[in-house]
C-alpha cells in the first residue's frame, strides 16, 4: 500500500496568497484527519471527515482556512488569504472504521508552509 | 474529556542504555492507547498500540509498553538504545466511541549520545 501521500512537501508563499494542500488517504479508510503542527502549539487537529462528510471542523482556526474531501480518495486544506502565523507542517493522515482499529491513524509525510 | 501528559519534554541517553518514556492519561472509560515515533521531517509513525489483554504490548524497532490502569500511565521502554531512535515521540489516547479521534501529548524528544 502506497500510505498517505500529501502535496506539496514544500511551500513557500508570501502573505495574503492563497495556498492548497493536498491529501491522498489510504484506500478503504474511513476516516480522513488534517492536523497543524507547530513548536509552540504541539500537534493541533483540525478538521476530520468520515466517509468523505466533515464532523468536526472546531479545530479550525479560522474563516481563512478551509477543507474539502470531494471523494474518497482526495482532500483539500486550503488557507485563503495566508499570513505568517500560518507557517506550520500539515499533516494529513486517515485511519479505518473506529471499530475495527480505534484511533490508529497514519499519517502522510506532511506539507511545511511557511509564509513570508 | 480524555487528555494525555507527558511530562519529560527533552530526554538524552546514552547508545546502548535503557530507555523509558512516561505517559499519564485521563480518560473515564477504557483507553486505546498509542505510542507514535516521529523523526525529523517525517510524519508519526505507529510504534505500538494498546485495547484490550495482556498489558505489556510490543511494538516496532524493539520498543514495548505496559498499561497500568491504576497509575493511569503507560510508559514506552526499550531495553538498549540505538543511536537511530533519536526522533520525538508522542503518546496519544483515543476511544472508539469518539468517532477515531485521537488526543496527543506534547512529545518527548529523544537525543542518543555515542
Known amino acids: 500500500d502506497a500510505g498517505v501521500i500529501q502535496s506539496p512537501r514544500h511551500e513557500v508563499t508570501e502573505m495574503g496568497q492563497e495556498v492548497t494542500l493536498r491529501c491522498k488517504p489510504i484506500s478503504g479508510h474511513d476516516y480522513l484527519f488534517w492536523y497543524r503542527q507547530t513548536m509552540m502549539r504541539g500537534l493541533e487537529l483540525l478538521i476530520y471527515f468520515n466517509n468523505n462528510v466533515p464532523i468536526d471542523d472546531s479545530g479550525m482556526p479560522e474563516d481563512r482556512f478551509s477543507a474539502k474531501m470531494p471523494n474518497a480518495s482526495f482532500s483539500t486544506l486550503k488557507i485563503q488569504p495566508s499570513e505568517p502565523r500560518d507557517s506550520a507542517v500539515y499533516f494529513c493522515?486517515?485511519?479505518?472504521?473506529?471499530?475495527?482499529?480505534?484511533?490508529?491513524?497514519?499519517f502522510g509525510e506532511g506539507s511545511r508552509l511557511t509564509v513570508l | 474529556a480524555q487528555s494525555v501528559t507527558q511530562p519529560d519534554i527533552h530526554i538524552t541517553v546514552s547508545e546502548g542504555a535503557s530507555l523509558e518514556l512516561r505517559c499519564n492519561y485521563s480518560y473515564g472509560a477504557t483507553p486505546y492507547l498509542f505510542w507514535y515515533v516521529q523523526s525529523p521531517g517525517q510524519g508519526l509513525q505507529l510504534l505500538l498500540k494498546?485495547?484490550?489483554?495482556?498489558?505489556l504490548v510490543q511494538g516496532i524497532k524493539g520498543f514495548e509498553a505496559e498499561f497500568k490502569r491504576s497509575q493511569s500511565s503507560f510508559n514506552l521502554r526499550k531495553p538498549s538504545v540505538h543511536w537511530s531512535d533519536a526522533a520525538e515521540y508522542f503518546c496519544a489516547v483515543g476511544a472508539a466511541g469518539n468517532a477515531g479521534k485521537s488526543t496527543f501529548g506534547d512529545g518527548t524528544t529523544l537525543t542518543v549520545k555515542p
Open positions: 493522515a486517515s485511519s479505518l472504521e473506529p471499530q475495527v482499529a480505534p484511533g490508529e491513524l497514519f
Open positions: 494498546y485495547f484490550s489483554g495482556d498489558t
